[in-house]
Nanobody
Framework: QVQLVESGGGLVQPGASMRLSCVVS????????VAWFRQAPGKEREFVAA?????????LGESPAKGGFTIARDNAKNTVYLQMNNLSAGDAAVYYC???????????????WGQGTQVTVSS
């Protein structure tokens, strides 16, 4: 059974930084990807970033990349991190991590999802 647990969300002021963590228990396959998505109220879910357990080719969505987001992994801890810098109100959302790419693509679609962690950006 694959489980994902996100943490690190909360309330920050505009311009601040925040790091989210996603701990994955139960591996799918060696070259699988772990991705971050976000969904704000009334908006569609948006791809943020993804990284594979093997290799060194992180992939960022267009908007998060411009905002100074980065993704990294720690294979020993089965954890994927999303570093978010210079946060703005537009980054406020519930952030989800996902794994188990159903077609091998780094962007999914994914079979397994976490419960999400809320990120609020407000002064």
């Amino acid at each position: 059974q694959v489980q994902l647990v996100e943490s690190g969300g909360g309330l920050v002021q505009p311009g601040a930084s925040m790091r989210l963590s996603c701990v994955v228990s139960g591996r799918t396959f060696a070259d699988d990807a772990v991705a971050w998505f976000r969904q704000a109220p009334g908006k569609e879910r948006e791809f943020v970033a993804a990284i594979r357990w093997a290799g060194n080719s992180p992939f960022l969505g267009e908007s998060p990349a411009k905002g100074g987001f980065t993704i990294a992994r720690d294979n020993a801890k089965n954890t994927v991190y999303l570093q978010m810098n210079n946060l703005s109100a537009g980054d406020a959302a519930v952030y989800y991590c996902a794994t188990g790419s159903m077609d091998g693509s780094i962007r999914g679609p994914f079979k397994y999802w976490g419960q999400g962690t809320q990120v609020t950006v407000s002064s």
